[in-house]
């Protein structure tokens, strides 16, 4: 078998070709009327579930594919060609964010009743863990989850904001208390909360990019959810949570790359087209330096994520390397938007040109899913203090 590369190998790039044609098809042509409408249509969801993507890295026994993880991976660089940072967060959220935990850790039961629907893209999925007041610093989440006296359910008050998926979703994967404030870290579990369900109210939010996902702020009055929702150990959520950011810091690291690759193909098309002093742009010097430039950083990020989604196959609790990962790639791609921009002229500015929602799009990469500060924390934590981490889904 003729290998492409350390990781991939043909199978993976027939795959490549078979994603590629679906988003120039079937996501690209629908991007004025996505963005505009600032939704993603339902039945978008289904067709990405009939064709399997949505549950390439789960069991077969839930409609998955059990695919390797460099399918995910192949998967996520092609979703991020579409060039609507929107539609890509909004199908990675729903696919390696929200579901995981269920996939993971929750019981049989909550996997037939979520992840199946999940993976035929009947059922679209949100995972909210920042509150108006608890960005950052997770454990100060305060939305309570109350058992009832009989023990058969819970009673969740509380509210959730900046949640993807969370306008139109169908259900959310909830960090709640379970625990009262001094249990801190101790005190969270994790709920799968139906979106439909009597005492929620959800309320769109207007960003500055993003426009085809939606983003919600969520609130929970006296929401009963049946105690069988619980995904997991009660009070484990936390560290649940912690375990599982790691793929979600890799999967926006490998959009992030994808992304600044787009944005260098779209100006490398551009230099062979613009003209100026009776010459292509891309003549001169001083733009061809900054592509130069531009190119060493997207690939020296690339190869850096496939090394750390290299060691995430092994089975590594890779704390660090997706935290770098994360770290590198949103600032790479800010910073490669912005210089990709500019070499576009006043067109780079008008709604007209893919490099304009580009640079909406890429300013939120250093903040959400951890921001840039944060990263840093964990690094520093990890390089200056010697701060170590264990795997915890595997500890029961
Ligand atoms: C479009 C969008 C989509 C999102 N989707 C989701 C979602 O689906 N689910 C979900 O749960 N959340 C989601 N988020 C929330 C996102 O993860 C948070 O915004 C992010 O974690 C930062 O939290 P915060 O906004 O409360 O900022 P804060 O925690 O209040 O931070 C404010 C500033 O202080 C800095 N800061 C905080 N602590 C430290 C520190 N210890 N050291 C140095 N600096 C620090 C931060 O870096 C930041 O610059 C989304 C956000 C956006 C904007």
Sequence with gaps: MKRYSLYFVEEHELFRQSVRQFIDKEVIPHTEAWETNRRIPASVFQRLGELGYLGLPYPEEFGGVNAD????????????????GGFSTAVSVHQYMAVNHIAKV?????????????????????????????????SAIRTTAIRTDTGDEFVVNGTKTFISNGTYGDFVTLAVRTNGPAAGSNGLSLLVVDLDSPGVTRTKLNKIGWHSSDTAEIRFDEVRVPAANLIGQENKGFYYLMESLQLERLVAAILSVSGAQLALDWTLQYLNEREAFGKKIGAFQAIRHKIADVATEIEMARQFVYHTCWLFTQGETVVKECSMAKLATSEMQKRVVDTCLQFFGGYGYIEDYPIARAYRDVRVGTIAGGSSEIMREIIAKIVIDAVAYKPVYNQG
Aim: hydrophobic share 45%.
């Design 69 to 84: 993880f460099w399918y995910s991976v192949v998967f996520l660089e092609e979703l991020a060609r579409c060039g609507m």
């Design 106 to 138: 929750g019981s049989y039961d909550l996997k037939q009743r979520y992840l199946a629907p999940a993976v035929a893209g009947h059922k679209v999925a949100a995972l909210a863990i920042t509150e108006p007041d608890a960005g950052s610093d997770v």
